[in-house]
């Protein structure tokens, strides 16, 4: 049985990025190929992103840089106004207080996404704000949050704005320079379609001057972004410390698949998202979060009910080969969730998805036969 990951991350891998990781290893810092192929690296980043900040590659899934952006913005007694409309956004509140800042919590329905109004009546009411965290896409909601207004409202406004687009990165268009992002954090395991372990950072002038402007220093080591902006961002000679050079190879070729397919990258995200949606409302189901803030990246639906969520998705893997997500947080056991990220965004693999999922619900009562059906008109009619 072929199995089929539709999970919300970490999604399929293509060949290619698996054969990558087989390279011949190197020493990353004497190898001056590799010192090369690095730097070309971060440029390609630079392109997909539209920026010309700074990119550094972390070694470690995508938390790390989403606490790697905190705790070297945010010093002891810093307000942060945290965006918490999804489980993610609020998550942001942990790492403000772990660096010692104060969170100043501004929560929506996970319904609903942020909109610049609401960020400028905040730094009303909070002018002492420093930073403001947030999520481009929230995926235990499906959330889609406006980033290129509110970005623009904190560069406006003088407030360094963090901005986890880990579920977002390479299947929603983001114009990091444009919109006046100060960090950018993404992963490689989602729509970049790579193993998990590679954290991306954009980071801005603007965060560098806050962070060489700090009272006290960062006294961490390994999530020190000033270690590598006097270093290897100064003369690109020497690493802070070992490179994980095999998943930098996978790294590579998953950029390179993506900068390959240009503006069709994101089209064919949006076309599986959308054909997704309307096949699930055609078919009786209903939709989180509203329509105007859905991620093209992964659908959130309602749970039919008298079916239990983990029975029905296990069912679904051991019989169909095939893997959905459920939800944390206050949606845990209230949706499912359909991961079309990167490799996860194919048509013939949702075409299976909603063959075994109408024939898995047969079985629990509900006939609904010809949903697969339905996503290939839905695909067909957006296109």
């Known amino acids: ?8 991350g970490p999604v399929e891998v293509k060949e290619s990025v698996r054969r990558a ?10 190898d001056p190929e590799f010192l090369s192929f690095f730097n070309q690296l971060t440029d390609k980043f630079k392109k997909l992103l539209k920026t010309e900040n700074d990119i550094i ?36 509140a942990d790492f403000v207080s772990n660096a010692g800042g104060v969170p100043v919590i501004l929560s929506k329905d996970y319904n609903q996404a942020f909109t610049a109004e609401d960020l400028e009546k905040a730094l009303d009411q909070h ?27 904190c560069q406006r406004r003088q407030v360094i704005s963090i901005i986890d687009a880990v579920a977002s990165m390479a299947a929603e268009p983001i114009e990091t320079d444009q919109w006046g992002v100060d960090i950018l954090l993404g992963g490689s395991q989602k729509a970049l379609s790579a193993p998990p372990g590679m954290t991306i950072l954009a980071i801005s002038d603007r965060a560098w001057q806050r962070m060489y402007e700090r009272k006290e220093p960062y006294k961490g080591f390994y999530l020190n972004l000033l270690i ?3 270093g290897w961002l100064k003369d690109g000679k020497e690493f802070p410390y070992t490179q994980p050079v095999s998943d930098l190879y996978a790294l590579d070729e998953a950029v390179n698949l993506a900068l390959a397919e240009g503006d069709q990258l994101f089209q064919r995200h949006q076309d599986i998202a959308e054909a997704t949606r309307q096949t699930l409302l055609e078919s009786g189901f209903s939709l989180m979060p509203e329509e105007n803030c859905r991620s093209n990246t992964v659908t959130a639906f309602n749970i039919p009910e008298g079916i239990a969520d983990q029975e029905f998705r296990n069912k679904l893997w051991q019989e169909y080969g095939i893997m959905i997500g459920g939800s944390w947080g206050p949606l845990a056991g209230k949706i499912w969730r359909i991961g079309h990220m990167g490799e996860g965004a194919r048509a ?11 024939k898995l619900l047969k079985a629990y ?19």
């Not at 990781?21 to 004497?30: E, F, G």
């Not at 590659?57 to 918490?84: K, R």
């Not at 009562?365 to 296109?383: I, Q, S, T």
């Open 1 to 8: 049985m072929n199995k089929i990951l539709l999970t919300p």
């Open 21 to 30: 990781m087989a390279r011949p290893m190197v020493n990353a810092d004497l």
């Open 57 to 92: 590659l972390l070694n470690g899934e995508g938390i790390i840089g989403l606490e790697a952006a905190v705790v070297n913005i945010v010093e002891a007694g810093d307000q942060v106004l945290v965006l918490d409309n999804g489980y993610f956004g609020k998550g942001f």
């Open 127 to 153: 002018p002492k704000v420093k930073a403001v965290t947030m999520v481009h896409c929230d995926t235990p909601s499906a959330m889609l949050n406006p980033i290129e207004e509110l970005a623009l409202v």
């Open 228 to 230: 590598w902006k006097n």
């Open 348 to 358: 013939e693999k949702l075409f299976l998805f909603f063959t075994a999922f109408a």
């Open 365 to 383: 009562g509900l006939d609904k036969p010809e949903m697969a059906e339905v996503f290939v008109r839905n695909l067909n009619k957006n296109n």
